[in-house]
């Protein structure tokens, strides 16, 4: 079983940076795809970026120059680093990863979740 713990959500004003962490945990030999999602209020999930094992990234294009997704894999840990946030930026933000597990394959995993919220 695999388990994602995402951090570093909070309350921040319009233009303000937060970084947000997720780290997976569990019995994986490796992680492929590793990203965040994030919801708002009355909306439906949508893409926030992808990073792949090797580095490649792919971001929602709304998003582009204010977002910045990384990882670790010795640390299995995905970030997300937000930068000029604006209001409508505030949703729940979920990681997720791409784990190959014991009994073969991938299972996309997903967080709980972790609420930002700018204010203006």
């Known amino acids: 079983q695999v388990q994602l713990v995402e951090s570093g959500g909070g309350l921040v004003q319009a233009g303000g940076s937060l970084t947000l962490s997720c780290v997976a945990s569990g019995s994986f030999f490796s992680i492929n795809g590793m990203g965040w999602y994030r919801q708002a209020p009355g909306k439906t999930r949508e893409l926030v970026a992808i990073?792949?094992?090797?580095?490649?990234?792919n971001y929602a294009d709304s998003l582009k120059g204010r977002f910045t997704i990384s990882r670790d894999n010795a640390k299995n840990t995905v970030y997300l680093r937000m930068t000029e946030l604006k209001p409508e930026d505030t949703a729940l933000y979920y990681c997720?990863?791409?784990?190959?597990?014991?009994?073969?394959?991938?299972?996309?995993?997903w967080g709980r979740g972790t609420q930002v919220t700018v204010s203006s």
């Open positions: 997720f990863a791409d784990p190959q597990v014991p009994s073969g394959g991938t299972i996309r995993t």
């Open positions: 990073i792949g094992r090797g580095g490649s990234t």
